[in-house]
C-alpha cells in the first residue's frame, strides 16, 4: 500500500471514532435529539481535519472533496446514536474513543503538514491542532472548558505522536512500509500516554505558588 | 437579471435578516451596549458566509471584497439598535428574521458551493453549514448551545432547501428565471418547515431508551 | 529599517503581549495546569494573526510559515507561567497587556490588509478583527462572553488604531521612516482610548428604552 493509502485510511478512521465519540457525548451530556446527536458527532470528525486543511491551504477541505469523509462521520455518529443507550453503560468508551481519535489524527495531520511543506516544528504543533481540534470544538458547542486547556495529557500526546511521525518522516526511508511503521508507533505512543493520563488522572505541574486543588 | 445578481440579491438579503436578527439578540439576550449590539449583529450576518468562501477557497471572503456586505450587515444591526426596544415587544421577530436567514442562505451557499465546483452532496453539506454558520456563531459567542444542536428542526430545513436548490441546478436550466424559481421554492420550502418547528415546538426523535424529557 | 521589518516586529511584540495575558489569563480565571496555561497563551497569540491570515489568503499563516512566532508564543506564555503568581498581585497587567497587544495587532492587522489588496474599509474592518481575534478565542475557551461584546470601549480603540493606520498609508508616504510614525501614532491612540475605557469603566450607548443597569 502506498502512504497516501495508508493515510487516508488513518485520516477515515480517526473520523469514524471521533463521529462516535462526539455523538456519544450529545447524548450523554447534552441530551440531544437524533439531529443534534449527527451535527455534534460530523463537527467532532470534520473540525480537526478542516482546520488543518485551512492552514496547510489544502482547500476545499478534503471533507468537502472526498465524499468519503461526510459519509463515514454521518455513518458513526448514526450507529452512536442507535446504540447509544447501550454504549452509554460502558462509561469509558467515550474516553477510549477520543484517545484513539486523537492518536490517529496527531499522526495524519503531521504527515499531511510536511506533505504540505511546512516545517518540523510546525508539522508537530499543527499534528497536535488537529488531534486536539474536532474535541475543542466540540466542547465548545456544549459550553464545557476544552479538555484541551483542563487536562495535562491530551495535548501532549498528542504531541509526542505528531513528534515521532515527523522525526521518523525525516529519518526514515518514506516507502509504504516505513510510513505504516512510523505511524504505527507514533499513534501507539499516543494512545498510551493519553490512558495512562486518563486512568491515573494525571495532570501537568501547576504554576508555582497555586493553591492545592 | 443574471443567476449572478439573483444570488447577489439573496446573499445581501440574508445578511441583512440576520444583522437584524443578531443585533436584536444582543438586547435581549445580552443586555450590550451599541458596540456589542453591532458587533453581534455583524458577526451573525457574516459568519456563515465567510465559514462557507473560506472552505470553497473563494479568499478573501465576498465579505472582505464587496463593501455592500459590511454595509449592508452594519446597517441592519444600527436598524435593530434604534427600534430594538419596539421591535422587542414582537418577540416572534427574532425568530422569523432567522428563519429568512435561515432559508435565503442555505439556497445561496449551496449554489455558491455548486459554483466553486463542489459535489452535489457536499453543495447541501455547505448550504447547511453556511445557513447555520452565524446563527451557531452568534450562540457560541454569548454561551448558548446552538440551536443547530438543540433544535430538531433547525439543519433539516437548511438541507431541505439546500436539497431543493442543488437537484434545481442539476436538472434545471440554470437561466436567470429558472435561478430564481428554484431558489424560491428551495428558501419557501426551508423557511415554512423552520416555522413550522418553531410553531409547534417540534423536535427530531432522541436517542432510543432516552429518558422522557 | 524597511516597512516589512517593522510590519514583523510589531506583529511579533503583539503576539508576545498577548501570549503572556492569554496565559496569566488562564492562571487568573481558570487555574489550569502548564499545558493549559501554555495552549490558551499560544491560542490567544496567534488567534488574531491566523483568523487575518485566513481572510487575506495568505496561507499557510504567518504562524506556520515563521517558526519566530510559536517561539514567541511559547516563551510568553511560559514567561507568564513562571512569574504568574508575582505579577498575578499587579492585577492591573492583564488589562494592559491586553490593550498593548490590541494595539499592535490592530496596526499590523490594518497594514497586513492593505497590502493583500483590500480596500480602505475592509483594511479597517479587518484590522480591528486581528486585534480583537485572539482575546475572543480566548473568552470563548473558557466560557466567558468575549470582551468585545460586553466593553465599549474594546472594538472602538481597534477601528481607530486601525484607521489611523489606513490613512496614514493612503497619503503617507510609505517609507521606513513614515510607516514607523504612522504605526506609533496608530497604537498609541488606540492604547490611550483602551486605558481611559479601562481606567473610567466606559461603554458605548445602550439601545433606547433599555433599563438602567
Known amino acids: 500500500m502506498t502512504g497516501a493509502g495508508a493515510l487516508l485510511i488513518v485520516d477515515l478512521a480517526g473520523t469514524a471514532v471521533f463521529a462516535l465519540n462526539g455523538a456519544l457525548t450529545a447524548i450523554r451530556a447534552a441530551r440531544l435529539d437524533i439531529v443534534g446527536v449527527l451535527t455534534l458527532g ?5 473540525g480537526g481535519g478542516i482546520i488543518r486543511d485551512v492552514i496547510i491551504d489544502s482547500l476545499p477541505p478534503a471533507t468537502f472533496r472526498d465524499w468519503r469523509y461526510l459519509v463515514v462521520a454521518a455513518a458513526g455518529a448514526l450507529v452512536a446514536f442507535v446504540l447509544g443507550r447501550s454504549l452509554d453503560r460502558v462509561g469509558f468508551a467515550v474516553d477510549v474513543l477520543d484517545a484513539v481519535g486523537l492518536s490517529l489524527f496527531a499522526v495524519a495531520g503531521a ?3 510536511l506533505g504540505a511543506g511546512l516545517g518540523p516544528l510546525q508539522a508537530v504543533i499543527l499534528g497536535a491542532v488537529t488531534a486536539v481540534g474536532g474535541g475543542t470544538v466540540r466542547d465548545v458547542m456544549i459550553g464545557r472548558v476544552p479538555t484541551v486547556l483542563t ?3 491530551y495535548a501532549v500526546p498528542a504531541l509526542v505522536g505528531a513528534a515521532i511521525t515527523v522525526v521518523g518522516a525525516e529519518v526514515g526511508p518514506g516507502t509504504g512500509a516505513g510510513v505504516w511503521v512510523v505511524t504505527s508507533v507514533g499513534a501507539a505512543a499516543c494512545f498510551l500516554i493519553r490512558l495512562v493520563g486518563i486512568r491515573f488522572d494525571l495532570n501537568a505541574p501547576v504554576p508555582p505558588g497555586s493553591p492545592p486543588a
Open 151 to 153: 487536562s495535562g495529557l
Open 111 to 113: 504527515t499531511k503538514a
Open 42 to 46: 460530523m463537527m467532532t470528525a470534520l
